[in-house]
């Protein structure tokens, strides 16, 4: 039976990730899941603690997302790679629809409905606009999850070293032909949204994205990201 590798990048998330694992702790989803890896860049928080407590490998190295990952599905075993940002919970009845993925799709990878940990009109239409985004360009982020065989994985070469924008570039490389939504939601932090107002942080991120796209670094990226 095809087992599932959980690989969670982590930095000073002790205040988020127990919702995230709770959200994965149902027993139906047991027999699927062969390990959870919190790959680790330097938390001096309770993150490995809570590594520890739950039965998680805690790996740890240099910060930068792509590092990390990296890292992670290298220490991981399982023929299924699910990655999850720590402060993104899936909805109840995953492990059945990921059962019926990996039946239906073998060779393809997924990605979740976007949704955030908020309430009204703004994450609504944040939601919706995200959903269009998908269908129209097969371009998730990061904070959808992704859902992805190992050998797909392999084939077209992983997770880039890069600081910022390593799920754009992967999923590209994916093709939009090997992408598929699964029927599950992860919600996500609305706490940047909510910090520096909706409209701004979608404009802001639509910008790094395009810079991404007219061939600027992600180290350069990363900082103007991190500037505000």
């Not at 979608?202 to 180290?219: D, E, I, K, M, R």
Request: aromatic residues 10%.
């Amino acid at each position: 039976m095809d087992k599932i590798s959980i690989i969670i990048p982590t930095l000073n998330v002790a205040h988020v990730v127990n919702a995230t694992l709770q959200s994965l702790g149902t027993l139906d989803g047991l027999d699927l899941i062969r390990e959870v890896i919190f790959s680790d860049g330097g938390s001096d928080d309770s993150t490995e603690e809570i590594a520890s407590a739950c039965g998680a490998k805690f790996i740890q190295g240099p910060a930068g997302r792509g590092k990390q990952l990296q890292r992670g599905v290298e220490a991981s075993t399982g023929s299924w790679l699910l990655i999850l940002h720590a402060d993104t919970t899936l909805s109840s009845g995953w492990e059945k629809q990921l059962r019926n993925f990996m039946q239906e799709h073998k060779c393809h990878a997924g990605y979740f409905r976007f949704a955030l940990e908020d309430t009204g009109m703004r994450p609504y239409l944040l939601a919706k606009l995200v959903s269009f985004r998908c269908r129209l360009f097969s371009l998730p982020y990061g904070d959808q999850g992704l859902f992805v065989p190992r050998d797909l994985y392999e084939a077209v070469g992983g997770y880039a070293e890069i600081p910022l924008m390593e799920d754009v570039d992967l999923v590209r490389r994916i093709g939009r032909n090997n992408l598929h939504e699964v029927c599950v939601t992860a919600t996500t932090s609305a706490a940047r949204y909510q910090k520096y107002g909706y409209l701004f942080r979608t404009l802001y991120n639509l910008f790094c994205l395009l810079l991404f796209f007219f061939g600027v670094s992600p180290a350069k990226i990363k900082n103007i990201y991190e500037a505000i």
